[in-house]
Structures are given as structure tokens and as C-alpha cells.
């Protein structure tokens, strides 16, 4: 079958076609190409705030915000009117959301490891951070799940100082609910900075903002870049890029939630990517009528319509191998798997979080159901993992020997030193069994 793009919602092509293979390259080098051109101007955004500190995060929040702040600093006040601002429906669905998240993050919390051996004590043990930096991202839209999935693993993993960062409005405030989940998770300090310039801040330190140990969260490409450059100075989560859906079907799946979900990740930004691998033409045709229904009724068409034009696809598949085998490659940070064969999902490795059946939609996993929802992208799921609650802890490793454990190997030690030509690797060893001490 020959499609035509233009009398498309959403571009159709034949996975093996040259066109698909234009957009997957388009849809892998697009983080790349967008660091590029922003590189420079996050690099001097770091260098200022080192120099200048709160002076540079004033001045760029009348810049880029276009507020004048007299400080930096969400206030007690602040904090306890939020919560008398917002509707008791959002305060039950955040509280709820609170206790699964909670709860799913706190059950995975790792223990300590012992291994025992002939008088060697080796230990493994799990500390947490001490200071946390949580980014919150605002500006198109306000995000009250992020504070959650932020800050809660990094309670649950016993951090003692959680510092927040979020973008403010033209007046100075912050988003009630997001003030709200912040209150409710406990967060110690919240100051009213965003972009590059926040990630400079928490890395650092400011006059105001103390330096943290890792900052986690999701942003925009100058947040991204920004936690990029000063990985080393402080420990990072990853480099997330633009919100991405992948949907594999068998071809006999529901078109209307098929293309429900692509647009849910549609109308986060332009950026965004929405991508459906099917075995079937005829759902391929249904599915991409369906989201041009559905766009017309959205409220966010503009900027979903936008992200489905440029990185949204249909890509058909002649058989159920190759399509996995292009979802492994394409390593998305939501896949949804919609197959009456469920024990596909085993052969499915590479991918933030995976969604499995017609009633586990990609937005169940962003509020309620408790796992992670920032989540690596681009790719990066081949090697990274969700933020949790091991993100927030560090490991340390112990050892203790008796001297009778360490005279049984003390030899292939220093046998082992010698060969690497470390001598005094070797004395260390073989003085405490030497006939002159």
C-alpha cells in the first residue's frame, strides 16, 4: 500500500521504507542537534551564576521571566496559603497519588550486603545523599507529579536536605499544587528559580541556594544541557530530552485509545514524539483518522498537532520481529505494548517503563500507580534507568580481614602487585608477615 502524507494526521510509512528510515534518524539525532545550538549560551548562563550568584539569577528571571524578585525564596506564608487555594478534588488526587508513590518507592529500598570468607569481611553498604537538588520544571504548564516523583524517593531513601527549584510567573508565585506537593513531601527550601541558570545555582552554590550532592528532574533542551556541563561538580539523574510514546500493536488493537495515547505525549511540546508500530495496514489508516478526530477536539491541538507533524509516525511492520527489534532500537521512554501475546513484553528491553494492555495508558504511570515517571529518553534507555529511590543513595564498600584470613592469601596479593610492577602495593602486604617485625 502507498501512502500519502499529506492525507494523513499522522505520517504513515512501511518500516523498510527510505522515508522511515529518514524519520528515525530525525527522531535519534534530534537531542544533538538541539544541544548544539544552545551549547554556548547555557555555558555562559553557568558562568555568570558562579561569578555573580543571586545577582544573576534576579537579573535572569527579569530577563527570561519577566518578573523583578526582591527574593529568591518561596516564603512560610506562601507555602500555607497554597494549599488554601486549591480545589479538594486536585488535594484528594495529589494526596492519593502521594501514598502509592510512597509506598512503591519505599518497598524497594536495598539493604546492606555481607558476604563472609574465610576471615574477610566484605561489605556493601547503601548511604544516602546527603543534600538533594530537585528541579521542577513550570512554563507551558505547572507539574505538581514532578515534585512527587522528585522528592519522594529521595525521602524515602533517608535524604536529609531537599532543595527545589521551579520557574515562577510574571508575579513572582508559584503554582499552588505545586506548592502543595512540596509541603506534603516535606521539601526543606524552595526557591523561585528555573532554566540553566537553577541547575548553575544547585551545582554551585549561591549566597542563597546551598550547593547540593545531585540534582534530579525533568526540563526543557537548556536545563538539559545545563545538567550535562556540570556533571562532575555535582552528581546528575540523566539528560532527559523531549517527552516520547512508543505504541506497539498486533493490529487488532482499539484505534480511538491508540490514538488517545499518542497524543497524550503530543501535547507536552512541539518536541515532542509519538510513534506507533503496527502489523496491520488497516489499523495503521484507523488509527491515524482517529487522532485527526481527536486533535480537531483538543484543547492543546496547536502544540500537539505541531509535535505529531514532525516526530510522530505511523511505521507498519511486515512481522512481529521486526517490530521488536526497531522498539529495542528506538529504546522509547513509554512503551506501550497492546498484544493479545503478552509474553511479548519479554523480548521488550529497552524502555523506561512499559505499559502493558489496553487499560494501562502511559498517563497511568505519570501520577498514580507508584513507579517513576522521570524517565530516561533519546535513546538512553538502552543504559539508563527511572529516577528511585537507589538514585538517591550512594554505595560504599567495607572490608575487614582477621590476620588469619589475610595470611591464607597474603601471598597471591603481593604476587599479584608484583606482576603489575607496584612494589610498594607488596611491602604493604608482606611486612605484616615478615620474620623481622
Known amino acids: 500500500m502507498n501512502y500519502k502524507e499529506e492525507e494523513s494526521a499522522v505520517n504513515i510509512f512501511k518500516l523498510n521504507s527510505e522515508r522511515a528510515r529518514a524519520f528515525l534518524n530525525k527522531i535519534s539525532s534530534r537531542q544533538a542537534d538541539m544541544e548544539d545550538k544552545v551549547l554556548d549560551t547555557v555555558r555562559e548562563i553557568i558562568n555568570k551564576v558562579r561569578q555573580n550568584g543571586d545577582n544573576a539569577l534576579i537579573s535572569y528571571a527579569k530577563q527570561f521571566d519577566n518578573v523583578e524578585l526582591k527574593s529568591l525564596e518561596v516564603s512560610s506564608i506562601e507555602l500555607s496559603q497554597a494549599e488554601q487555594k486549591i480545589d479538594k478534588a486536585v488535594k484528594k488526587a495529589i494526596d492519593k497519588a502521594y501514598e502509592n508513590i510512597w509506598e512503591f518507592q519505599s518497598a524497594q529500598k536495598p539493604e546492606d550486603f555481607i558476604y563472609e570468607k574465610e576471615g574477610i569481611i566484605s561489605k556493601t553498604r547503601y548511604i544516602p545523599i546527603e543534600t538533594a537538588g530537585i528541579y521542577v520544571p513550570g512554563g507551558k504548564a505547572a507539574y505538581p507529579s514532578s515534585v512527587l516523583m522528585n522528592a519522594i524517593p529521595a525521602r524515602t531513601a533517608g535524604v536529609k536536605n531537599i532543595i527545589m527549584t521551579v520557574p515562577c510567573d510574571e508575579n513572582g508565585g508559584i503554582n499552588p499544587e505545586v506548592l502543595y506537593a512540596a509541603k506534603l513531601c516535606k521539601v526543606d527550601r524552595i526557591f523561585k528559580v528555573g532554566g540553566a541558570q537553577a541547575i548553575a545555582a544547585l551545582a554551585y552554590g549561591t549566597e542563597s541556594i546551598p550547593k547540593v550532592d545531585i540534582i534530579t528532574g525533568p526540563g526543557n533542551i537548556y536545563v538539559s544541557v545545563a545538567k550535562k556541563l556540570v556533571y562532575g561538580a555535582v552528581n546528575v539523574d540523566m539528560i532527559a530530552g523531549p517527552s516520547e510514546i512508543l505504541i506497539v500493536s498486533d493490529g487488532n488493537q482499539n484505534p480511538s485509545y491508540i490514538a488517545a495515547d499518542l497524543i497524550s505525549q503530543a501535547e507536552h511540546d512541539e518536541l515532542a514524539s509519538s510513534i506507533l508500530l503496527t502489523l496491520s495496514d488497516k489499523e495503521a489508516e ?152
Not at 364 to 374: K, Q, R, T
Not at 395 to 411: D, P, T, V
Open 286 to 437: 484507523a488509527v491515524s483518522n482517529e487522532v485527526g478526530v481527536q486533535l480537531s477536539k483538543l484543547p492543546k491541538s496547536k502544540i500537539a498537532s505541531e509535535a505529531i507533524k514532525n516526530y510522530g509516525a505511523i511505521l507498519v511492520c511486515d512481522t512481529k520481529q521486526e517490530l521488536i527489534d526497531i522498539a529495542n532500537q528506538i529504546a522509547p521512554e513509554h512503551l506501550e505494548v497492546l498484544f493479545e501475546d503478552k509474553k511479548i513484553a519479554d523480548s521488550l528491553i529497552n524502555a523506561g517503563c512499559i505499559f502493558s494492555g489496553e487499560y494501562s495508558p502511559e498517563p497511568l504511570g505519570d501520577y498514580m500507580a507508584g513507579p517513576n515517571h522521570i524517565l530516561p529518553t533519546n535513546g538512553s534507555a538502552r543504559a539508563f534507568s527511572p529516577l528511585g529511590i537507589q538514585s538517591f543513595m550512594k554505595r560504599s564498600n567495607y572490608i575487614e580481614a582477621s590476620k588469619e584470613g589475610l595470611e591464607k592469601i597474603y601471598k597471591d596479593i603481593a604476587c599479584f602487585a608484583k606482576a603489575e610492577n607496584l612494589d610498594g602495593h607488596a611491602n604493604s602486604i608482606l611486612r605484616r608477615f615478615s620474620d623481622d617485625e
